[in-house]
Every structure is written in C-alpha cells, then in structure tokens.
C-alpha cells in the first residue's frame, strides 16, 4: 500500500533553512507529481508546492515562492522541501501528499503523509 | 485564484441526525472538487472527489453533490467517528490548489 513518510521538521530560527524529506513506497514514485500541503497550528491547509513525475515542472504557493524549492530523487524514492529565509508564519506541520493520476498534477490527493512540524522560532 | 468558502465554520449535531456542509467557490470549477476529512492530530483523509465520488473504503453514509460554483457534503446519520473538521478544495484551475477554511462537525 502507498505510504509516505516525512521527516526533517523541529525547531528552527528565524532566517535559517531546513530540510524536509518524504520517503515514499508501495507505488511507482517516479510515475506521480507529488506535493507540499501545510497547517499552521489550530489553522486550516495550504498548499505549499507541487513538482511533477520527472522533476520537469515546479509550482509554489506566493507565500514561499523564492524562498522554498521542492526537488525530488527518483532513484531514492524521496521527495524533498528546502526552506530558507524561514519566518515565524511558516511555522505548521508539512505534509507531503500524492497525485493520483499518472503525470498529471491536476487532481485531488489521495493519500497524506502523517506530517512533520516545523517551528520557527528565536 | 479560486477562493473556496465553507459554511457554516461549525455545525453541532446529534449522533444519528443528518449533517449538511456547503463549500462554495468564487467561480466556476465543474466538478473539480474534493472533500477531506481531519481529526486531531491526524493527517486528512481523502473522502470525496469529482464532486460525488466515494474514495475507497468511504462509508455509503458520506455522500457529495454539486457543480460549478456550489457544492454539498452531507453525513445521512453521524456517528460518533464522523465528528471532524471537513475541508473542501478544488483542482479545477491551479496553481494554487485552494481549500476551504474548513467546518467543525461538534457533537450536539
């Protein structure tokens, strides 16, 4: 079965970087876009970023554009958010989450990771 | 960008009444919409899309309507597992990828 699992979250400074990662298995990873969805603390979802099968296509939300980069290693079965410049508001817990239909990014997402938390704060 | 609006941001029910939650958006996105549901501490889970579709595993309970700009979820009897928060979101025109604020289902 599908299983995606991020690590890479804690505690972070205002103005430093971190890395997410998201193992996935149980599916043909280099076969599906995948993205970045957040949740700020007692907030709702925000879809952060998305890449494509191939890495080929990136889109990201205004609220991180230039400052985060999602990337993913298809020889790894990993996906990945670089956070820089990271402010107070991006504290949440990020989920990364699966498109459903081969190569194509716009549908639904079908299946979540538990998520990782991410704190930003001195 | 599409805004997706819920209503009402919490709805009390009684287990074993009906619940009805509307997820408007500020233009047309066919049917392109889907519906999650979220408990404490969990990730969300995928219970609706194209506008009616169960996902698998989805309980005959859950059922959605709607098209264009207008949308429904509605729990025919709640159960006491069903008390959650519900998003919607649309695919239709992205990016973004754009959700509601959500709607608390609460125990009456």
């Known amino acids: 079965q599908v299983q995606l699992v991020e690590s890479g979250g804690g505690v972070v400074q205002p103005g430093r970087s971190l890395r997410l990662s998201c193992a996935a298995a149980g599916f043909s990873f280099s076969s599906y876009g995948m993205h970045w969805v957040r949740q700020a603390p007692g907030k709702g979802l925000e879809w952060v970023a998305v890449i494509s099968h191939d890495g080929s296509n990136e889109y990201y939300a205004d609220s991180v554009k230039g400052r985060f980069t999602i990337s993913r290693d298809n020889s790894k079965n990993t996906l990945y958010l670089q956070m820089n410049s990271l402010r107070a508001e991006d504290t949440a817990v990020y989920y990364c989450?699966?498109?459903?239909?081969?190569?194509?990014?716009?549908?639904?997402?079908?299946?979540w990771g538990q998520g990782t938390l991410v704190t930003v704060s001195s | 960008e599409i805004v997706m609006t819920q209503s009402p941001a919490t709805l009390s029910v009684s287990p074993g009444e009906r619940a009805t939650l509307s997820c408007r958006a500020s233009?047309?996105?066919?049917?392109?919409l889907a519906w999650y549901q979220q408990k404490p501490g969990q990730a969300p889970r995928l219970l609706i899309y194209?506008?009616?579709t169960r996902a698998t595993g989805v309980p005959a309970r859950f059922s959605g309507s709607g098209s264009g700009t207008e949308f429904t979820l509605t729990i025919s009897s709640l159960q006491s597992e069903d008390f959650a928060v519900y998003y919607c979101q649309q695919y239709n025109n992205w990016p973004p990828w754009t959700f509601g604020q959500g709607t608390k289902v609460e125990i009456k």
């Open positions: 233009q047309s996105i066919t049917t392109n």
């Open positions: 194209a506008a009616s």
């Open positions: 989450a699966k498109t459903t239909v081969l190569r194509f990014l716009g549908d639904y997402f079908a299946y």
